[in-house]
């Protein structure tokens, strides 16, 4: 997502698309909205023992700071003062608020859970509720392992289905905890297209154009990545789609964030072919250390 600013590089010719073993549509083939979902993993794809050190599947959803709560609905990233600030990334040119029922008393919620599933919907704002909102005409939700759980290295993974539309933008991504910038990796983006999503990362050590992924649209795909102090690798569905040397700024504690944004120079903007609500779909969110 880029948490200083807009990502460089991404929608143009230094975006490489993936087409190796992807192109001959095995990767097309992703799980099926009503297969069952699989249970935490014993190895990696790569085959690395795995240790499972958080699962939530989403039979209730657990908001940071209530009793056992996991999730924070806004970030916190060392930005002094306004809530508002918190609330969206201007660097983005996001043109959304992500909120929940408590914002400003607005009784907004973007988050449903049913069926083990978590729905993150983005939607314009109610015509009642413009002057709350600071002009924002769109509302959003964001979750966020922080302060909860964070961990250096291991096997990060989300099983979801992808909204579609100009200028929503979802995304599942890692941040450090102790709150600096970059690193940061960013496990799936999509840019209204859910045909296809971007895996990168950013670093002060070292630059990467990020690598387009083709997927099958409109069902169920995991989206994970494997960080250890010598590699970053990326997966769909349990195959591997990009490696990189890991960069020396990113051997500390990360927590993980899903989210829609809205906006930006990168995904566009919405318009009137923009078919809202658009729902991020979350089956699981699952992280593991590697046993070793």
């Known amino acids: 997502m880029n948490v200083r600013g807009i990502r460089a590089g991404k929608g143009g010719g230094a975006v490489a698309a993936l087409v190796l073993a992807l192109a001959l549509g095995a990767c097309l083939r992703g799980p099926s909205e009503a297969s069952a979902a699989p249970g935490p993993l014993k190895t990696s794809p790569d085959g690395r023992p795995l240790a499972l050190t958080f699962d939530d599947e989403f039979n209730s959803f657990r908001r940071f700071p209530g009793p056992g709560g996991v999730w924070r609905t806004t970030f916190k990233d060392g930005r002094a003062g306004d809530e508002f600030e918190l609330r969206t990334l201007k660097g983005n040119k996001e043109v959304q608020l992500y909120v929940d029922p408590e914002f400003q008393r607005l009784g907004l919620?973007?988050?449903?859970?049913?069926?083990?599933?978590?729905?993150?919907?983005?939607?314009?704002?109610?015509?009642?509720?413009?002057?709350?909102?600071?002009?924002?005409?769109?509302?959003?939700?964001?979750?966020?392992?922080?302060?909860?759980?964070?961990?250096?290295?291991?096997?990060?993974?989300?099983?979801?289905?992808?909204?579609?539309?100009?200028?929503?933008?979802?995304?599942?991504?890692?941040?450090?905890?102790?709150?600096?910038?970059?690193?940061?990796?960013?496990?799936?983006?999509?840019?209204?297209?859910?045909?296809?999503?971007?895996?990168?990362?950013?670093?002060?050590?070292?630059?990467d154009s990020g690598t387009e992924v083709p997927i099958s649209p409109d069902t169920f795909h995991t989206f994970a990545v494997s960080w250890d102090s010598k590699d970053v690798a990326w997966f769909v569905d349990g195959r591997e789609v990009k490696r990189l040397p890991t960069p020396a700024d990113m051997h500390k504690p990360m927590f993980m964030v899903a989210n829609v944004a809205l906006g930006g120079d990168w995904a566009g903007y919405p318009d009137a072919t923009t078919p809202f609500p658009a729902k991020l779909t979350i089956d699981y969110i699952r992280a593991y250390r590697f046993a070793r």
């Open 109 to 207: 919620n973007p988050f449903r859970v049913a069926n083990g599933m978590l729905e993150i919907a983005a939607t314009p704002a109610p015509a009642g509720a413009a002057a709350g909102l600071r002009g924002y005409r769109y509302v959003s939700g964001l979750i966020s392992t922080q302060p909860a759980f964070a961990q250096t290295y291991g096997y990060f993974e989300m099983r979801a289905k992808l909204p579609r539309g100009k200028g929503v933008w979802p995304a599942f991504w890692l941040l450090p905890a102790d709150l600096s910038w970059p690193p940061e990796v960013d496990i799936m983006e999509s840019v209204g297209d859910p045909s296809k999503y971007y895996v990168t990362y950013h670093s002060a050590a070292a630059k």
